[in-house]
């Protein structure tokens, strides 16, 4: 079992930066596969950002260049630094887990733990 709770998120201008922690506890955090996910109201969960099974990241279309995804095995935390924000980034951030064998990190189906999520709203 493997818990997540996330951090960060607040009421923020176009233009600003946030940085997101997700704290994890329970087994072995390096075994895991870390990623983003966010979802706006009315709209699905998609996906933000991850580390691959070998360590590289991944990262949405809509937030390459912007955000970027790292990790601190140390703390047991990985973090979400989101620059540029815009409005269209408004939305409730979660933080997932998986197995690291599992490929296919971009798709929410293969992460097996959640946080309960943190609320990020970008003003125009």
């Known amino acids: 079992q493997v818990q997540l709770v996330e951090s960060g998120g607040g009421l923020v201008q176009a233009g600003d930066s946030l940085r997101l922690s997700c704290a994890t506890s329970?087994?072995?955090?390096?075994?895991?596969?870390m990623g983003w996910f966010r979802q706006a109201p009315g709209k699905e969960r998609e996906f933000v950002s991850a580390?691959?099974?070998?360590?590289?990241?991944v990262y949405a279309d809509s937030v390459r260049g912007r955000f970027t995804i790292s990790r601190d095995n140390a703390k047991n935390t990985v973090y979400l630094q989101m620059n540029s924000l815009e409005p269209e980034d408004t939305a409730v951030y979660y933080c997932?887990?998986?197995?690291?064998?599992?490929?296919?990190?971009?798709?929410?189906?293969?992460?097996?733990?959640w946080g309960q999520g943190t609320q990020v709203t970008v003003s125009s």
């Open positions: 580390f691959r099974s070998g360590g590289s990241t």
């Open positions: 329970g087994r072995t955090f390096s075994g895991y596969g």
């Open positions: 997932a887990a998986r197995p690291k064998f599992r490929p296919t990190a971009t798709m929410a189906s293969v992460y097996d733990y």
